[in-house]
């Protein structure tokens, strides 16, 4: 949630804010007309019960001079009618208020780029030598802003063919079970997608996280302060009959945690990595990435989440953004580092770095990660301040990926397949127990 009082002041920077991510400013329009009804309306509040309270004085003068008080009697009855009215009327702006500066986007960083479209984003670096077919070097180029290391490969091979060659998967029997988009992870796929967690896991508590496995629901109090709902309101299953809901991420009840907390300065920076399972419907991705499974239903994932001062958020976006790329680099799987548009940010981020791996047979980057910095944008809507000398102040709030196992096994597979075998990472190998997976050795 944006901060009410600047808005009120600077009403111009919400309206940039939101022309600038290609939204209708109009809510702003609406705040004020609300807002200023709202402060109207304390005015009149104040002053009925100013009359009240003086008219209550002279009741308690005419009984104790034993004088007729009835006339005074009524005038505050009126006096407490029309107060009970303007409250009434007060809840209801309340209400209409806080729903509208809900869906008012947070202000973006000045380094956004303004545009549309997520091939608008702006490439900030490249990592990695890339296996790329000639069919797809033109747009290998393109994506990598023409700084991207490659190598010209002859073929390459669909996840889809190789996890079904293999036999890792089972993607039948798991439409039978829980419909489309979920999978049965087998043999050796199994124990690399639980490798690249454990592997994960520790990888951040060697950077200083307390790791945590928070759990997979999460109520409808929490979750529509942790996100916004126009974002996650077509990805996250709820559960019927219930005020509960599956957890798209772990970053929502990472951030809940502190909710309507204090913290102490001295517990600050504090740095949570998040395992969990991760449940999205995709309703808005009909059509795309059907086959295999990059894009499913159900992945594990490992989050890293950073609450801090406000002065020190930007350097903690450097440092979650320098993680995952560290991770991906011990991985081996070449990637770029994109600064997401304005128009493709969701309310919540001042920023976000896209984090996509090469995948040469689908000839292109793909998404693998995020980071985003939300500033005291989260913390405002969960209420969690920490406390200083000048009284409590809100502070930030930092996530970003650090492994989400489905699409980080697929990266895999495809960069390191050949007609023999799938190459294991080298990092991998004491969590997997094997260095390649091959057709006899499940």
């Known amino acids: 949630m944006i901060d009410i009082k600047m808005l009120r002041d600077d009403p111009s920077l919400f309206r940039k804010a939101m022309v600038d991510r290609f939204m209708d400013p109009s809510p702003v329009e609406e705040f004020l007309k609300l807002d200023q009804e709202w402060r109207e309306n304390i005015r009149k509040i104040n002053e009925l019960r100013s009359r009240r309270n003086a008219k209550s004085l002279e009741v308690s003068r ?86 991207g290391k490659y190598r010209i490969v002859e073929n390459t091979q669909s996840h889809v063919d190789i996890i079904e060659k293999y036999d890792l998967v089972d993607l039948e029997r798991a439409t039978k079970i829980a419909g489309s988009r979920f999978y049965i992870s087998k043999n050796r796929l199994l124990k690399l997608e639980l490798a690249l967690v454990n592997y994960a896991i520790d990888f951040l508590s060697q950077k200083g996280f307390s790791v945590v496995e928070p759990p997979p629901m999460i109520a409808g109090s929490a979750v529509w302060k942790a996100t916004d709902q126009g974002t996650f309101d077509d990805a996250i299953y709820k559960i019927e009959g219930e005020d509960l809901y599956l957890i798209s991420t772990s970053e929502h009840p990472i951030a809940s945690m502190l909710m309507d907390e204090i913290v102490e300065p001295r517990e600050l920076p504090l740095r949570v990595g998040g395992f969990s399972p991760c449940f999205r419907k995709e309703a808005g991705a009909h059509g795309k990435d059907t086959k295999g499974i990059f894009r499913v239903h159900y992945f594990k994932k490992v989050e890293q989440f950073i609450f801090c001062r406000p002065e020190d958020s930007w350097d903690f976006f450097e440092e979650l953004t320098g993680n995952t790329e560290e991770f991906l680099q011990s991985l081996e799987i070449p990637y770029r580092v994109v600064n997401v548009c304005s128009g493709e940010l969701g309310n919540l981020a001042a920023k976000k770095f896209d984090i996509e791996g090469w995948f040469p047979h689908q000839g292109r980057y793909r998404e693998l990660a995020s980071i985003s910095n939300d500033l005291d944008y989260q913390a405002r809507s969960l209420n969690i301040r920490y406390r200083t000398p000048d009284g409590n102040v809100f502070l930030h709030t930092l996530n970003g990926t650090a492994m989400a196992s489905s699409r980080t096994v697929v990266a895999i597979i495809e960069n390191f397949s050949d007609a023999e075998k799938i190459r294991i990472p080298e990092v991998l190998i004491p969590y997997t127990g094997f260095d390649s997976i091959y057709l006899e050795k499940q």
């Open 62 to 147: 005419a009984v104790k001079e034993k004088r007729d008080s009835e006339e005074i009697r009524n005038e505050v009855k009126e006096i407490n009618a029309s107060l009970s009215a303007i409250e009434s009327r007060q809840a209801l702006v309340e209400q209409d208020r806080e729903k509208i500066v809900s869906h008012i986007p947070n202000l973006l960083d000045p380094s956004v780029p303004i545009c549309k479209g997520d091939e608008n984003n702006l490439v900030v670096r490249v990592n990695g030598e890339a296996s790329v077919r000639k069919d797809s070097l033109e747009t290998f180029l393109k994506e990598s802003n023409n700084l």
